[in-house]
Nanobody, 118 residues
Framework: VQLQASGGGLVQPGGSLRLSCAHSTSGFKQMAWYRQTPGKQRELVATISSTGRINYEDSVKGRFTVSRDNAKKMVYLQMNSLKPEDTAVYYC???????????????WGQGTQVTVSS
């Protein structure tokens, strides 16, 4: 499975960005968005399963929305009310399991930088 993440950039606090992830197959069970800042472990942001089940990390609930377009083989992360602490490299990932464990995600995109700063 090949994944290609895009849509990152520089945005002011309170602003919005939409990340996109193009994937080469529709056979996955779970897609996820992770983020990582220097010196910290990668953090799970959101997951969306092939059955439509969605979960969010607590700090992004109510601000971020994950969605998918199966026909286009795309997964999106709409990020609103962005905060400086959302600054990170964001990665999309795919799993053949209904799992949220990072070790179960065998396919990863290259990452896209999101910087929230005034």
């Amino acid at each position: 499975v090949q994944l290609q993440a895009s849509g990152g950039g520089l945005v002011q606090p309170g602003g919005s960005l939409r990340l996109s992830c193009a994937h080469s197959t529709s056979g996955f069970k779970q897609m996820a968005w992770y983020r990582q800042t220097p010196g910290k472990q990668r953090e799970l942001v959101a997951t969306i399963s092939s059955t439509g089940r969605i979960n969010y990390e607590d700090s992004v609930k109510g601000r971020f929305t994950v969605s998918r377009d199966n026909a286009k083989k795309m997964v999106y992360l709409q990020m609103n009310s962005l905060k400086p602490e959302d600054t990170a490299v964001y990665y999309c990932a795919a799993s053949s399991k209904f799992s949220s464990w990072e070790s179960d995600f065998g396919s990863w995109g290259q990452g896209t930088q999101v910087t929230v700063s005034s």
